[in-house]
Every structure is written in structure tokens, then in C-alpha cells.
């Protein structure tokens, strides 16, 4: 199956609590964090490792905020991912922050996921609004520009680093499209075997039909054949009878003289005719 029609399957589903799980897993794995007491000494704003100014929420607390206030869709804020991978690559593994580092990171991956794929997007004041005074203005510029840093200004998402990025979400989305599949085909094929079956057996049935009916026909026939026999013998005998009956001749000695002398009707009609 396409790779880009499962994309495009989970572009569609709404934003899940599995989907926030699975982004703060990612972001968590990035940098590790060692919390600090809040410090009011100055502190180079060019660095993400900022002492938050107000009291750390939890970073799915955070997310979900920003998920609700910005009315984000499932393509923008899981294209963040690719980010948070390509952040993940880049950091030594040994690298350490503050509390709000990681949300500083997920939000300058949202900003730009936002900002590069639809065509209009939030200001950065507005989403410093959204973090509910995490943040200041100058913070989230600052997370936006070391950001953009880290990555060089490549901020363009191919297909296989969304397939990398995602790779839970669409597989469980193959497997469904997979155990679909194979009932669709299962279906299918008890279609085709039921029609051979019936082709099979058709041509049987109409086969005893055929002798059913020749047998009957046969038998009607022999019936017919029986009464036109014994109509024929019946006919016959009384032609026969009649024949009979007509060219009888009665003996002479039962003639009377009378009847010696007197001529045949033809002839008498004849002679009269003469006359």
C-alpha cells in the first residue's frame, strides 16, 4: 500500500491524548533536565537554559494548552516531530537543561511547523499568550531563533523523515488497512467459489430436468402411440364388419323365384332408360 495514502489516513484523525503522550516521550527524550531554584542574576537571554519566571507546568499540561488555545490540527502538530528527531540528533547526549527547556523546545518545533507548512499562523505573541506567562515574548523569539539555528534554516519536511518521525502511528494504521484488506479478499472469495459452485451444479440439474421431461414426453408419447394402435385395430375390424355386411350374399335356396325373375335395379333403371 502507498506510503502517502497512510499519511494521509492520519493527517485526517483528530488530535488524540496518544498523540500528546507520544510527543512528550520525544521531546522528554532530547535533554535531560536538572531543576534549579529560581535565580534572579543575569543571565545571557542566548541561551535556551532560561531560570523560568513563574512555576514549571508539566510538559503534557503544556502541550495540551497549547494544543487547546491554538486550535492546532494533527498534520502541523505531529510535523513537529521531525524537528524534535532532527534536535534529538544534534545534541550531545549528555546535555543538560533547565526545567523549561523542553517546553521551549517543543514550542519553537510547533512555531515553525506552523509557520512552514500553513499560510497563515499565530504571531509569537500569541503564542506567548498561550503559555500563560511560562514564557516571556522575548524568550519564545529567542527559542524560534536557536532553533532555526540548530537546524540551519532547514526547516523543509520530506515524506521518509514524517514515515521515521511516525512510524507508530502508521504502522498501526497498516495493520488495520492490512486486516481490511484481507477480509475484503476473504469475501471475495467465498463469492467465487459460491458462483462456481452454482455453475457447477446447474448444468446437473437442468440435465435431470431434461430427462425428467424427455421421459414424460416419452411416455405420453407411447400413450398416444397406444391409443392410435388400438384406434386403428378398432377402425379396421369395422371396416371389415361393414365390408362384410355389404357384399353378404345370401344363399340361393333362400331366394324365392320371385326374386330369380327379377332383374337388377341398375339394369331395370337401365332398360327404362332406354325406353
Known amino acids: 500500500m502507498a506510503q ?13 491524548p496518544e498523540m500528546v503522550n507520544y ?3 520525544t521531546t522528554n527524550s ?15 537571554t ?38 524534535l528527531t532532527k534536535v534529538r540528533n544534534l545534541l550531545p547526549a549528555n546535555a543538560v537543561g533547565m526545567e523549561t527547556t523542553r517546553h521551549r523546545i517543543f514550542l519553537a518545533a510547533l512555531i515553525l511547523s506552523a509557520k512552514s507548512l500553513n499560510d497563515s499562523s499565530p504571531l509569537n505573541k500569541h503564542w506567548t499568550k498561550y503559555t500563560d506567562g511560562l514564557l516571556t ?6 527559542a524560534e531563533r536557536e532553533l532555526l ?12 523523515e514524517l514515515d521515521v518521525a511516525l512510524e507508530p502511528f502508521l504502522h498501526t494504521i497498516k495493520t488495520s488497512l492490512a486486516a481490511h ?7 471475495k472469495v467465498n463469492y467465487y467459489r ?7 451444479s446447474s448444468p446437473i440439474s437442468s440435465r435431470s430436468s431434461s430427462t425428467s421431461s424427455i421421459a414424460s414426453h416419452s411416455s405420453s408419447l407411447s400413450l398416444n402411440e397406444g391409443t392410435a394402435s388400438n384406434y386403428s385395430l378398432q377402425s379396421l375390424v369395422q371396416e371389415e364388419a361393414e365390408l362384410k355386411g355389404h357384399n353378404y350374399r345370401p344363399p340361393l335356396a333362400n331366394k324365392s323365384t320371385n326374386t330369380l325373375h327379377v332383374p337388377p335395379r341398375k339394369d331395370v333403371y337401365g332398360l327404362s332408360a332406354m325406353a
Request: proline share 5%; with cysteine.
Open 4 to 16: 502517502s495514502k497512510v499519511l494521509s489516513i492520519f493527517a485526517r484523525q483528530p488530535v488524540s
Open 23 to 25: 510527543l512528550v516521550a
Open 30 to 44: 532530547i535533554i535531560q533536565v536538572k531543576p534549579q531554584p529560581r535565580k534572579f542574576s543575569n543571565i545571557s
Open 46 to 83: 542566548d541561551d535556551l537554559l532560561v531560570a523560568p519566571a513563574v512555576k514549571t507546568v508539566s510538559l503534557g499540561h503544556f502541550i495540551r494548552r497549547l494544543i487547546k488555545y491554538s486550535n492546532v490540527q494533527t498534520p502541523t502538530l505531529m510535523a513537529t516531530c521531525v524537528y
Open 137 to 142: 515574548n522575548d524568550e519564545v523569539n529567542m
Open 149 to 160: 539555528g540548530l537546524l540551519k534554516w532547514d526547516i523543509n519536511i520530506k515524506q521518509h
Open 181 to 187: 484488506s484481507d477480509h475484503v479478499s476473504a469475501q
Open 194 to 200: 459460491l458462483s462456481n459452485t452454482y455453475r457447477t
